[in-house]
């Protein structure tokens, strides 16, 4: 079993959704499958900020034990841009960000 959370908390039914709010079970165990076979999903979690991007934190339990935090990102869409030289741009930005000792997801 696994847990659903929004910023603040556990999902509440009152707070207005959004089509990319929610990371389907099946994405994030197909995900798994590949990154981390023999792995258990603990959680996903909607991080903050996710206006036109959303952002989710996936947790899962290793085999050996350890804890393996990944972040998921999907863009909104809307307009004819292109969503995979965005995602590569920032993929760099966020490999810079790790390089440099910058904290970011």
């Known amino acids: 079993m696994y847990f659903i959370t929004r910023p603040g908390g556990c999902y509440h039914p009152k707070m207005a959704d959004r089509p990319l709010d929610h990371l389907p079970h099946k994405t994030v ?57 965005k995602a590569r741009r920032e993929f760099k930005v966020f490999e810079w960000m790790a390089h440099n000792g910058i904290p970011a997801p």
């Open 29 to 85: 165990l197909d995900l798994l499958d590949r990154i981390a076979p023999g792995s258990r999903l603990l959680k996903v979690e909607l991080l903050p900020g996710s206006f036109s991007n959303h952002t989710h934190l996936v947790e899962a339990g290793l085999p050996g034990g350890e804890t393996l935090k990944c972040v998921v990102r999907r863009y909104q869409v809307f307009g004819d841009y292109d969503r995979g030289e």
